[in-house]
């Protein structure tokens, strides 16, 4: 498996990395939730606090150790961080949902696109073994291959040639979307 790229990038266009660092002595800190934000923050935090940038930068901190001020490290991390934190997110868990969380987690049977391998199920992953200690999915793990017309030519809703999948399966049958393998590409009227 490839090493999961978290960044960090000096981008706008991304995860705000949740690490304060601060201006006099340069220790950092990575608060645990937007309560312990809140507690370490120098200043008075709106109610509607908004986690994205440009609004979090203004949040500064007290430092620990040297009483002066923290800024948020200026990097944003990788937004796939953000989707492999879906089975924990989506509940809020840890912070709440416990029961729901631990009903669903881990997933039975995972099946997505095979341009989604490298990106999702990566982070996915990655997150899951560094969060609970195992993988996000029990029993199985599909990847599909595309779909694509008659010029070879993938078929997104921008490009104007969209297939209706239910259609396609009532006029040939659903074994004509599977592959001599799940990591094929279907290529249909030809
Ligand atoms: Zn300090």
Request: glycine share 8%; hydrophobic share 35%.
């Amino acid at each position: 498996m490839g090493r999961l790229d978290l960044g960090p990038h000096s981008f706008i266009w991304g995860t705000p990395l949740n690490v304060w660092i601060c201006k006099s002595c340069d220790h950092q800190y990575a608060p645990k939730s937007v309560q312990d934000l809140r507690n370490h923050a120098n200043h008075s935090v709106p109610d509607d606090l908004e986690l994205h940038k440009p609004y979090v930068d203004k949040i500064t901190l007290t430092c620990l150790k040297c009483q002066g001020e923290m800024e948020r490290t200026k990097e944003v991390i990788d937004v796939w961080f953000d989707s492999g934190s879906m089975p924990f997110a989506q509940y809020h868990y840890p912070f709440e949902n416990k029961g729901l969380f631990e009903k669903q987690f881990p997933a039975d049977v995972v099946v997505e696109g095979v341009d989604q391998t490298r990106g999702w199920f990566y982070s996915l992953l990655a997150v899951s073994s560094l969060f609970t200690g195992k993988p996000f999915f029990t029993n199985g793990y599909f990847s599909l291959g595309h779909i694509l017309d008659e010029d070879g030519r993938k078929c997104p809703k921008s490009k104007g040639n969209v297939i209706n999948p239910m259609d396609f399966v009532e006029k040939y049958g659903q074994m004509h979307f599977v592959g001599p393998s799940f990591w094929s590409i279907v290529r249909h009227g030809t």
